[in-house]
């Protein structure tokens, strides 16, 4: 949805509607025929006219239409919107309708003389692909045109509308929801403009919205580009991990076994590869370091050098009476409860082990 449909419906309204009456006045008309001219929706009609085709007020048949599908779109450019007019309520005055019926009359035989046999011209993977984005991304321009609508009538429609969901229904490919995310982008960014205030002459574009009005089609567009980011996401092919063996993985660690000096032992270095957060003691500098993984991972191991560990999280204090304190750390109760009793200064943890450390304890 870019801004020019709105400056079209600033300055020709929403789409005529017209109730059940027997006469329209020619102005009326001039304004509604305007209002198709203008709004550029031509790659629509001919959806409008088999809609109209099928519609209980018009007189064609199911096979009639499936003669009318067989022409190609260009051929429904100088009366699909007239369709449209009379699917909406527009009276069956015969100017128009004579119009109407010559042009689906002359599609019918048009349709008829279509050689079904011939052979389907071939068409590439990437034009395909190209052919279905242009069409779910003209749809997701319908559906952003009527939270428009819907904001602009002071309706909740718009809050009910889930672009994910909608996504989901389509069966659209991470790859398009990509590709949506690029194209919807720059209106999210042009919104944010208007609502910081930061751009006069978008604030005065966007005027015939109110405060709160141009805040929720911000928020609709925001949800929109957060819904299309998530399902592009949760549509990556995941990479296979490598299957490692542990044993490898830590077979050059350099660690101590045991102090009988503070009354400590390591764990097993294997429990590393599964541990969210690790405790090590040095027994040279009386220091203790925590580590806690980065989110979503645990903790791993590249040599002697602990990875995958977050560096603004994990942290280094000196222990004060090591020798009595230490011994006492069995689980993380234990552990906070002497972490938060240490005065010393706190510094970033290096990650690296060496002979002089024990690897106290690890946490899944």
């Known amino acids: 949805m870019k801004s020019n449909a709105q400056y079209i419906q600033r300055a020709f309204g929403k789409e005529p509607e017209w109730s059940k009456k027997e006469e329209v006045d020619p102005a009326e008309i001039l304004r509604a025929i305007n209002w198709y001219n203008s ?5 629509n009609y001919k959806k409008w006219t088999l809609t109209w085709m099928e519609d209980k007020k018009s007189s064609w048949s199911k096979q009639d239409a499936a003669f009318v599908r067989k022409c190609p779109v260009k051929s429904f450019r100088t009366f699909g919107h007239y369709c449209r007019m009379l699917s909406r309520g527009f009276p069956q005055v ?7 019926n010559e042009n689906i009359t002359n599609l019918i035989e048009q349709g ?8 389907t011209p071939s068409v590439s993977p990437k034009e ?6 242009a069409e779910i991304a003209a749809d997701m321009m319908n559906l952003c045109d009527d939270a428009l609508i819907s904001i602009r009538e002071k309706n909740d429609e718009h809050k009910k509308m889930n672009v994910y969901r909608w996504l989901e229904g389509r069966n659209a490919t991470g790859w398009e929801a990509d590709m949506l995310t690029t194209m919807f ?8 403009r208007v609502v910081n205030g930061d751009d006069q002459q978008l604030v ?14 911000h928020r609709f567009m925001n949800n929109l580009i957060e819904d299309c980011m998530k399902y592009h996401a949760d549509r990556k092919p995941k990479r296979k991990k490598r299957r490692v063996n542990p044993e490898k993985v830590v077979s050059k660690i350099k660690y101590l076994k045991e102090s009988g000096e503070f009354g400590i032992k390591s764990i097993d270095p294997k429990k590393i590869l599964t541990a969210k957060q690790l405790l090590v003691f040095s027994c040279r500098y ?4 925590v580590y806690y993984a980065e989110r979503g991972k645990t903790l791993s191991i590249k040599g002697t050098t602990l990875q995958d560990f977050d560096t603004e999280k994990s942290e280094t204090r000196t222990i004060k009476n090591a020798k009595k304190e230490m011994g006492k750390v069995r689980d993380l109760k234990t552990f906070e409860s002497l972490w938060s009793r240490q ?10 082990l060496n002979e002089n450390c024990v690897i106290l304890k690890a946490f899944e």
């Open 286 to 289: 009386n220091t203790l370091s």
């Open 94 to 100: 015969d100017q128009l309708l004579n119009v109407v």
């Open 128 to 133: 395909r692909m190209e052919q279905k984005f």
């Open 112 to 119: 008829k003389n279509t050689n079904t046999e011939r052979a």
């Open 39 to 43: 709004n550029s929706q031509r790659r």
């Open 204 to 217: 005065d574009a966007y005027s015939f919205l109110g405060k709160q009005q141009q805040k929720y089609l």
């Open 185 to 192: 982008a720059p209106a999210l960014e042009e919104l944010d």
């Open 343 to 352: 005065t010393s200064v706190v510094k970033t943890a290096n990650g690296r």
